[in-house]
């Protein structure tokens, strides 16, 4: 397999993305993990990282989810999550248009617990994902939460056998990973990477963890391989049957890990062995093991029931959010549709009302320039009238002043006509007399 190698004190590698055409490769990306219990009920695997390669050359891939946890004594360790090729029943990209009712609670989680806007592929499994743990997974955890993560984990590789895989958008494209789930959901078209389980923890190797063996048996299984330091007071000293009845389901909010993987609460250490004893022998009234035991399961389903609590509310906190988003784009759309209403009824009452009015105004101001028209054109034709009979005037003056020959004919006109005048005037008058009429020349 060529997924990288980590130490057990490396736990804090760079994120690595490196895609190319339909080839994916991607390393130590945040990511969430939801399903739904054989109970109905959502669990999350949220604090964990993916890598996932796809070969589109080769027909090769491998999908992997790590956690950190914490330990009491020691580094913090990972544990990995594998889904091989040949697991995956199907797998599809949900797209938010296609999303039901639980798909937008689990996809608005993750993007609350991711911070950005997440891909989500839907998973169908043949069988649940392999879990793998160090050599030495039987330990104690320094906070609840580690606690936690490995019982989800747990109950993960137990019986998830559908499950949601949110991705952040700015990682990989849609077309990549719609070509992974097409390659994927055809059986047998991939092949998974080469393994070697041997090669993690620094070379020290992993165990793979069936989350449906008998706890005590690995108990037991474990105990034998401890050097031995007195037989029979380790198989006195080992802790009581863990009755598995006491788990609700697979969920993470039913299940009730063994005592050895349960936080241990502040009580008087009186179950450790005392070594001085030789013969190996202890009262059983200075190991309480019922009193311990029971103390630990209500601490752990408190735990277990607050983190469920805490993870419903987020997930109604998302889905809050979700219905008020989409309520605010519903009224910014009707905003927008009341918008163009407002400007369509403008434009009709400027087209009814302010039309008629533009046409009157410019029919009264043709009309006035009409009138403005006539009145100038009087007014230049009276000047042009006044001008042209005071040029002809002075044009006839100057020219009887310069011409003789006109001013002999005019004195001749003249004479003719006052000449003729006269005759006129005497005829139609009867005078008694004698008189004599003379011509004589014109002083003009």
């Known amino acids: 397999m060529s997924a990288s190698t980590a130490s057990d004190s490396d736990t804090n590698e760079d ?16 990511t969430c993990v939801a399903w739904r219990d054989s109970h109905g009920e959502n669990c999350y695997l949220s604090d964990v990282t993916l890598s996932l390669v796809y070969d589109d050359d080769a ?47 689990f996809h608005g989680f993750a993007q609350e617990k991711l911070k950005t806007s997440t891909h989500m592929l839907k998973f169908e499994l043949r069988n649940p994902p392999t879990l793998v743990a160090p050599t030495e997974y039987r330990y104690e955890f320094l ?14 590789a137990k019986d998830a056998n559908c499950f949601f895989l949110h991705i952040p958008t700015k990682s990989l494209s849609k077309t990549q990973l719609v070509s992974f789930c097409q390659a994927a959901s055809n059986r047998g078209a991939l092949t998974p990477l080469d393994e070697n389980i041997a090669s993690i923890y620094g070379g020290r190797g992993g165990k793979v963890v069936d989350p449906h063996s008998n706890i005590d048996d690995d108990v037991d299984d474990a105990t034998e391989a401890r050097p031995s330091i007195g037989a029979s007071s380790i198989k006195n000293d080992a802790p009581p049957t863990y009755d598995r009845h006491t788990a609700g389901g697979p969920s993470v909010s039913h299940i009730v890990p063994p005592p050895y993987l349960a936080p241990t609460p502040d009580l008087p250490k009186l179950h450790k062995r005392r070594r001085e004893e030789s013969d190996g022998s202890i009262s059983e009234g200075s190991v309480p093991y019922k009193r ?6 209500m601490i752990l389903r408190a735990i277990l029931n607050l983190q469920k609590t805490v993870y419903e509310a987020r997930a109604e906190h998302g889905a809050s959010i979700s219905k008020i988003t989409a309520k605010i784009e519903e009224i910014e759309g009707r905003f927008g549709k009341f918008e163009e209403s407002q400007r369509e009824l403008a434009d009709e009452v400027r087209t009814c009302m302010a039309s008629p009015l533009w046409e009157e105004l410019d029919e009264r101001l043709r009309s006035q320039e009409d009138r403005d028209f006539l009145h100038m054109r009087d007014i230049v034709e009276e ?62």
């Not at 994120?15 to 945040?30: D, E």
């Not at 906070?143 to 993960?156: L, P």
Request: net charge negative.
């Open 143 to 156: 906070r609840a939460s580690s606690q936690a993560t490995w019982t989800s984990c747990m109950a993960f």
């Open 15 to 30: 994120l690595i993305v490196q895609s190319a055409g339909g080839s994916i490769c991607i390393k130590n990306l945040p």
């Open 383 to 444: 000047v042009v009238d006044e001008s042209i009979e005071a040029k002809m005037a002075e044009g006839v003056d100057e020219y009887l002043r310069n011409d003789d020959e006109g001013q002999g004919l005019l004195r001749e006109v003249v004479g003719k006509m006052i000449y003729e005048e006269t005759r006129d005037i005497l005829q139609s008058q009867s005078y008694t007399g004698s008189f004599t009429v003379s011509r004589e020349p014109s002083q003009i």
């Open 59 to 105: 027909n090769r891939a491998l999908v992997r989810l790590q956690a950190t946890i914490r330990l009491k004594k020691g580094l913090a360790k990972r544990i990995y999550l594998f889904v091989k090729p040949d697991q995956i029943r199907s797998l599809a990209y949900i797209s938010t248009e296609n999303e039901l009712d639980h798909d937008k609670e």
């Open 292 to 297: 311990v035991n029971t103390t630990d399961e």
